[in-house]
């Protein structure tokens, strides 16, 4: 039997709440949130090859799944970006 996984249930380098974290990715320009989704997206697709090479086969898949809608989500951030990207003032940290 797999030994249980162990992860995180918050942001290493985050002092805010999930939620705070989520308003303020939710506040980033439609091009950021591209980039981060597609982050994920490439994240979890790693974690999808490490899981079926250790034969979790049903877990690895939804991990695929989940990495296939977020690379959705980058595509349709990418269209809304095309569409008001040049209007929208971006403030740089």
């Not at 939710?26 to 974690?47: I, W």
């Not at 079926?52 to 990495?67: D, H, Q, T, W």
Request: positive net charge; aromatic residues 8%; contains cysteine.
């Amino acid at each position: 039997m797999d030994k249980k996984c162990a992860h995180k249930n918050y942001c290493e380098n985050y002092n805010g709440s999930l939620s705070n974290l989520a308003d303020d990715i939710g506040a980033m320009t439609h091009g950021a949130r591209s980039e981060f989704f597609n982050a994920m997206a490439d994240y979890l697709e790693n974690q999808y090859r490490l899981d079926l090479a250790r034969g979790r086969v049903r877990y690895a898949e939804k991990l695929k799944e989940i990495s296939t809608l977020l690379k959705q989500i980058k595509k349709l951030e990418d269209e809304a970006w095309d569409i008001c990207g040049s209007r929208t003032e971006i403030i740089k940290k």
